[in-house]
């Protein structure tokens, strides 16, 4: 059994009725249950925690005993040495996940702070993709992938 955290970034605490055209329509308590229940059927432990403050994302990087990281850093994407900094320090393997396709948005969404430290990316997929990093997380922690990850790290 692996311990998963997933973080949400600013404004995903009003999923459900934020901009549905881009977001859709589940809130985000809905999307953290399924995330537990999926959880619970792969035997994981998963925390979820959403800040609309920086500095309480990074505290919570600091203090995570997690093995693995579901990240939407939400508009911090775009913005946060902060955070990129905090994922450097510990060191864990996350994957960074957005609702919308943010290469099919403003050009100021074209660019993350995140995605080449990540171990990938899950863009536009909707709520789903958090579900399937979870997948992937299992997949992850199972060990297939730890060579492919050892070797980027690595290279880097
Ligand atoms: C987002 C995309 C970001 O550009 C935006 O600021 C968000 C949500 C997404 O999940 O699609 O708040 O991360």
């Given at each position: 059994?692996?311990?998963i955290?997933?973080?949400?970034?600013?404004?995903?605490?009003?999923?459900?009725?934020?901009?549905?055209?881009?977001?859709?329509?589940?809130?985000?308590?809905?999307?953290?249950?399924?995330l537990?229940?999926l959880a619970?059927?792969?035997?994981?432990?998963?925390?979820?925690?959403?800040?609309?403050?920086?500095?309480?994302?990074?505290?919570?990087?600091?203090?995570?005993?997690?093995?693995?990281?579901i990240?939407?850093?939400?508009?911090?994407?775009?913005?946060?040495?902060?955070?990129?900094?905090?994922?450097?320090?510990?060191?864990?393997?996350?994957?960074?996940?957005?609702?919308?396709?943010?290469?099919?948005?403003?050009?100021?969404?074209?660019?993350?702070?995140?995605?080449?430290?990540?171990?990938?990316?899950?863009?536009?997929?909707?709520?789903?993709?958090y579900l399937?990093a979870l997948r992937y997380a299992h997949?992850?922690?199972?060990?297939?992938?730890?060579?492919?990850?050892?070797?980027?790290?690595?290279?880097?």
């Amino acid at each position: 059994m692996a311990i998963i955290l997933t973080l949400h970034g600013p404004n995903l605490n009003l999923l459900g009725v934020r901009e549905p055209e881009q977001y859709g329509n589940e809130t985000l308590g809905s999307i953290d249950t399924r995330l537990f229940d999926l959880a619970n059927q792969l035997g994981h432990s998963l925390s979820s925690l959403q800040s609309n403050s920086e500095a309480e994302l990074t505290n919570q990087l600091h203090a995570t005993t997690a093995d693995f990281i579901i990240f939407n850093p939400a508009a911090f994407t775009h913005t946060s040495i902060v955070l990129r900094d905090a994922l450097l320090a510990i060191a864990k393997p996350f994957v960074e996940v957005h609702i919308s396709n943010i290469f099919r948005r403003e050009s100021f969404r074209q660019h993350s702070y995140f995605s080449d430290i990540a171990i990938g990316t899950i863009n536009g997929l909707g709520a789903e993709g958090y579900l399937l990093a979870l997948r992937y997380a299992h997949i992850y922690l199972s060990g297939v992938n730890n060579v492919l990850w050892t070797c980027e790290k690595s290279a880097n």
